[in-house]
């Protein structure tokens, strides 16, 4: 019979080695809290351009998961943005 192995992976990212603050604070950021939206990161790091952050930190080797979460704007449209999420 073989034995079972269980894998466990890592609840806290390592911080990039790479000098780019804006992206160590985004990994810390998403250490503490479990993800970050734009408005997130726009109002508690100034960083306007998560995106190509979010982007930058994917071709580090960081797999971070987009989730997409709908609201409704003043004038009673759809609209919608983008949670960042760390992916096991």
Do not use: C
Not at 15 to 43: C, H
Not at 62 to 78: A, G, H, L, P, S
């Amino acid at each position: 019979m073989a034995e079972q192995i269980e894998i466990k992976f890592p609840t806290i990212h390592p911080e990039p080695d790479i000098g780019a603050n804006q992206q160590k604070d985004i990994v810390r950021w998403m250490n503490e809290y479990g993800s970050i939206t734009p408005f997130q990161a726009l109002r508690e790091l100034g960083i306007m351009r998560l995106a190509s952050r979010i982007g930058e930190l994917r071709k580090y080797g960081y797999q971070i998961d987009t989730q997409y979460e709908e609201f409704t704007t003043r004038y009673n449209r759809k609209s919608r943005y983008a949670r960042y999420v760390f992916t096991r």
